[in-house]
């Protein structure tokens, strides 16, 4: 089988993939963005977040993402608009690095990839946004798919 773009028609245009043949099925998925903060920032944690006059910086963010991965389909044009049965952000501080872990589950035809990684990209965003009174030199390193499940196939990132 050719790999091929899926959101092109066979003329080349773009088109919305559609997803009315296939079956519902749970689907789930788990994306990870990558914050590298500067000592600057790291320098006011207290017991594992940063308080500032917004509020829980970590907090803010996950209630962030929750919302952005609610709202994919507004933002990536050709996403499918799904129910989440499911979202959950985790956020961790390890040495001067933030990883934010966002899982996405649904019953639909179609996968849950793209609200997972846009619910990880607007938290990595939204701490940006409240420290960046503290530094500007706040890097968002990597956004990625961890794992997803229940569509036509099954991925999972190589930790090696």
């Given at each position: 089988m050719e790999n091929k773009l899926s959101h092109l028609n066979e003329a080349g245009?773009?088109?919305m993939v559609d997803v009315g043949?296939?079956?519902i099925t749970t689907r789930k998925a788990i994306a990870q963005s990558a914050v590298l903060l500067p000592q600057?920032?790291?320098n006011c944690?207290?017991?594992?977040?940063?308080i500032t006059k917004k509020g829980s910086v970590f907090q803010c963010a996950t209630i962030a993402g929750i919302m952005?991965?609610?709202k994919t389909a507004e933002l990536i044009p050709l996403c499918h608009y799904l129910n989440l049965s499911k979202c959950d952000i985790k956020i961790k501080l390890i040495n001067n690095e933030v990883f934010i872990d966002c899982t996405c589950i649904t019953n639909a035809q179609t996968g849950v990839e793209m609200e997972a990684l846009t619910g990880a990209s607007i938290a990595a965003l939204t701490i940006y946004d409240m420290c960046k009174a503290l530094s500007h030199n706040i890097v968002i390193k990597e956004t990625k798919l961890l794992e997803k499940t229940g569509g036509k196939s099954d991925f999972k990132i190589n930790k090696d």
């Open positions: 245009e773009v088109n043949h296939k079956a600057a920032v790291l944690f207290q017991n594992d977040d940063i952005a991965a609610k």
